[in-house]
């Protein structure tokens, strides 16, 4: 019954602690066994804290023990992306500029799981400041894909995906901005959502793209997404951006009926660059929901092409700006110099890896006098356009089913030299950000290389809980989910 690497799902973790059958120390310190059996290999965390996490177990099971158990992730062990602030643990976005920087305040999204009961193992690798696709640009050393060592583990929540895989944590929050949950999901073989923006709180989510981020789970099922997200979503008033209004819940919908939902196929996915066996993955998808009581459609989405040069013109400009406050005075690093600019030189160039100070320079170029109009605002526009496209397609469906990404895991270095094709392996995921409507990705087959393959399901905007269900169903007639990475 246990999925990969001999770890229980969230459910199954959940539902042992209800009976008595286990208590949150063990469990706890079995995920730690594991950590300390193939961490050297995978390098998912940047940090680890072991002995706050048994201190939150002992506290669980005391908890239950007195009868008054918080609810299913109370004593249930996660991990947290490190671009989410914990207090008092070091926060560092995989960026020396951030090293040693611990935040005074959490995330809303960790004092939620934190109220939830969850277990705090660990902070998680990453591409520097969430910029990559491939966790490479982590200024702390690659993490590796534990179904190939030798591969990615996606990016840029590589180190979440990578623990969850490798059973070194039940679950995991990451953070999408433009596929960065779905991506890594799609490589290691689990199910993760980039919910709709506005329905969980950025508060104390560093900054990359603040138009585009969002945080969400990162689980082996559906079910386990649902658990997650419906911890950590809802109104939040320390983040302007959350909407305050009712949606479905993502646990009470998961088993709800799925005859006559309509499920729309666009050609343009389909196109030259898509590897014939994640095509063949995708498709096979279908006869699973069809049996279910689904129809499909075929819709257009002409615009698809703009997604990605429209990202690379809105991320790189917000980020830019965002990214100007590590200036050496406030925190983080600070390499001193003769007078205030060159101390703020130094830091900056000390501080930022190559793909962020990329990123920095388009994003500065683009917003800049003269060229804002030309790039910036006609990105702002066709991002208009692209959101209508899908709302035009959604109109006449319940979700869209796409591929997540067009290749397996490709291997470490592949692409790390050529921004353009690491750009690529997003094609499928950011344009999902731009028209902020939820996306979900879950396992659907495995490549003859014995990599996983992931599908993604694409809905209109507050029905997460509508792709959680189609999921939930879908992994029930199938065990592509349950299927264990080696990890060798
Ligand atoms: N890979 C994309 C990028 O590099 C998306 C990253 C993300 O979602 N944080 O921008």
């Known amino acids: 019954m246990t999925p990969a690497a001999g770890a229980p799902t969230i459910r199954e973790a959940a539902d042992a602690l209800a009976a008595g059958a286990t ?118 050393g690659p993490t590796r894909n534990p179904w190939d060592l030798s591969r990615v583990p996606g990016g840029s929540s590589g180190g979440s995906a990578a623990a969850v895989a490798a059973g070194e944590a039940l679950g995991a929050l990451g953070s999408d901005t433009g596929g960065s949950i779905r991506q890594p999901a799609a490589l290691c073989g689990l199910t993760g959502l980039k919910p709709t923006y506005g329905r969980v709180s950025r508060y104390g989510l560093v900054a990359f793209a603040s138009s585009l981020d969002q945080v969400g789970p990162l689980a082996r099922t559906a079910e386990d997404a649902a658990l997650l997200l419906e911890a950590i979503e809802g109104y939040d008033s320390r983040d302007s951006t ?40 995708v498709e096979s998808v279908r006869p699973v929901l069809e049996k279910l009581g689904c129809t499909f459609r075929t819709v257009r989405l002409p615009l ?57 320079i388009l994003g500065t170029y683009v917003l800049s006098a003269g060229y804002y109009d030309a790039y910036y605002l006609k990105a702002l526009k066709a991002r208009t356009r692209l959101r209508q496209d899908f709302e035009a397609a959604l109109s006449a469906c319940d979700a869209l089913l796409s591929p ?3 290749t397996p895991a490709f291997r470490i270095g592949e692409k790390a030299d050529d921004p353009l094709q690491m750009y690529l392996s997003d094609i499928y995921t950011v344009s999902i950000n731009l028209a902020g409507i939820p996306a979900l990705v879950f396992p659907c087959g495995m490549s003859g290389g014995g990599l996983p393959i992931g599908a993604q399901l694409i809905g209109r905007a507050w029905e997460d ?24």
Not at 250 to 275: N, Q, S
Not at 317 to 333: I, Q
Request: charged share 25%.
């Open 23 to 140: 208590t949150s120390v063990a469990l706890t310190g079995r995920v730690f066994d594991r950590i300390a059996a193939v961490e050297s290999r995978v390098n998912a965390y940047l940090t680890l804290t072991q002995d706050a996490a048994l201190a939150q177990a002992a506290a669980a099971d005391a908890r239950r023990a007195a009868g008054t158990s918080l609810g299913p992730l109370d004593g249930v062990p996660l991990a947290l992306k490190d671009n989410l602030c914990t207090r008092g643990v070091a926060t560092t976005c995989a960026s020396r500029m951030l090293e040693g920087f611990v935040p005074p305040y959490s995330a809303t999204v960790v004092e939620r799981l934190a109220a939830a009961g969850a277990v705090f193992t660990g902070k998680t690798n990453l591409d520097e400041f969430a910029m990559g696709s491939s966790t490479e640009n982590s200024a702390f």
């Open 242 to 281: 959350s909407v305050r209004r009712d949606w479905e819940k993502p646990l009470a919908a998961l088993t709800g009926d799925l005859k006559g939902k309509v499920i729309g196929v666009a050609e343009e996915w389909y196109g030259p660059g898509l590897d014939p066996e994640v095509r063949r993955a």
């Open 304 to 360: 698809q092409d703009y997604g990605l040069p429209v990202y690379y013109l809105i991320a790189p400009a917000e980020a830019s700006s965002n990214l100007a406050r590590y200036d050496g005075v406030k925190y983080g690093r600070r390499v001193e110099g003769a007078h205030l600019i060159e101390m703020m030189k130094k830091t900056r160039s000390a501080g930022f890896g190559p793909e962020v100070k990329r990123r920095i």
């Open 404 to 406: 997540a990404t067009p």
């Open 465 to 488: 809980a509508a792709l959680l269900r189609l999921a939930h169903r879908y992994q029930a007639e199938t065990d592509w989910h349950r299927k264990a990475a080696p990890c060798a």
